[in-house]
């Protein structure tokens, strides 16, 4: 697996998780320059694109989580993160990282009401 997701959980609305995505078999150089994105699916829905962070930190939202994800990226821990609040249970899915072929195995977020 080239890029391992973790963090996800079960949290009641209105709470926060912090998701991961370790880039461990690539080098410095190649994560510094690849842009990362997280993407969800929810039970019976088609997978949708979440949040994207570019090589240089430029960042670009769903308008469903804009004001309360921020993706952010850390080049010396190879890790991009997907911060999340205040949850909502429209937010319970499987949470894939990616990027360009790669992908994660994907981490299961389940909000409840």
């Known amino acids: 697996v080239q890029l391992q997701a973790s963090g996800g959980g079960l949290v009641q609305a209105g709470g926060s998780l912090r998701l991961s995505c370790k880039a461990s078999?690539?080098?410095?150089?190649?994560?510094?320059?690849?842009?990362f994105t997280w993407y969800r699916q929810a039970p019976g829905k088609e997978r949708e694109l979440v949040a994207t962070?570019?090589?240089?930190?430029?960042?670009n939202y769903s308008d469903s989580v804009k004001g309360r994800f921020t993706i952010s990226r850390d080049s010396g821990r190879k890790t991009v993160y997907l911060q999340m609040n205040n949850l909502k249970p429209d937010d319970t899915g499987v949470y894939y990282c990616?990027?360009?072929?790669?992908w994660g195995q994907g981490t299961l977020v389940t909000v409840s009401s």
């Open positions: 990616n990027s360009q072929d790669m």
């Open positions: 078999r690539m080098i410095t150089s190649t994560f510094r320059v690849k842009t």
């Open positions: 962070i570019a090589a240089g930190g430029t960042t």
